[in-house]
């Protein structure tokens, strides 16, 4: 089945350090790639998305690059701010069961000190 | 345009009982769906809901029930609930024009926490 692995937190890091999430996945077919994120107490927001491989999807200085030869789909942001300290999401999205069956990581927490 | 706007936000319930959890989707939205979102198992699919119908149902029992209404509002039901059942109830929805394929974008609601006591 599908499935996507992101790498365990928490991921801590100083104002301005660069960031790196790591997100895998393992999915048939040609499947759209998210990340979303989730600030305490609220529900997930979209931060970007790929749909085809080789896409770059970006927001809010965020980036991610849909590498099908790696299966992957890692976030990275040049310079984190302490308002980026929140949960990340990596999913994919692909045609089953009669519609598209979107499946989450784990959940990455990002912890950014001043 | 308004969010997806899910009520109530805070629920407290004993085992044994039912609950019933509202969501009310993006204007121009046509699909709903449910997840549970517990530290343990993380994010969960429940089930989606397009123009009224079940279109797709992830692993749970029997005793999470959910529907649709004529203007896409949904409700998700939880029966004889168990300790287990205490997590964060999110709602999400989009167009489910399948024509969108899988960039179709979910916009998710702020959830429903439910404790069971």
């Known amino acids: 089945g599908n499935s996507v692995t992101q790498m365990e937190g928490p991921v801590t890091l100083s104002e301005e350090a660069f960031l790196t999430i790591n997100c895998t996945y393992t999915?048939?077919?040609?499947?759209?790639l998210f990340w979303y994120v989730q600030y305490p107490g609220e529900g997930l927001q979209l931060l970007l998305k790929a749909t085809k491989a080789d896409d770059k999807g970006s927001n809010k200085g965020f980036e991610a690059t849909y590498r099908k030869e790696t299966t992957s789909f890692h976030l990275e942001k040049g310079s984190v701010q302490v308002s980026d300290s929140a949960v990340y999401f990596c999913?994919?999205?692909?045609f089953g069961g009669g519609s598209y069956i979107p499946t989450f990581g784990r959940g990455t927490s990002l912890i950014v000190h001043p | 345009k308004a969010g997806v706007t899910q009520t109530p936000r805070y629920l407290i319930k004993t085992r044994g009982q039912q609950v019933t959890l509202s969501c009310s989707p993006i204007?121009?939205?046509?699909?709903v769906s449910w997840y549970q979102q517990t530290p343990g198992q993380g994010l969960q699919f429940l089930f989606e809901y397009f123009s009224e119908t079940q279109r797709n149902k992830g692993n749970f029992p029997g005793r999470f029930s959910g529907r649709q209404f004529s203007n896409s509002r949904s409700e998700m039901n939880v029966s004889t609930l168990e300790l287990g059942d205490s997590a964060l109830y999110l709602c999400?929805?989009?167009?489910?024009?399948?024509?969108?394929?899988?960039?179709?974008?979910?916009?998710f609601g702020p959830g429903t926490r439910l404790t069971v006591l």
């Open positions: 999400a929805s989009s167009l489910g024009d399948r024509g969108q394929g899988s960039a179709d974008t979910q916009y």
């Open positions: 204007s121009g939205h046509r699909s």
């Open positions: 999915a048939t077919g040609y499947p759209s």
């Open positions: 999913a994919l999205k692909r």
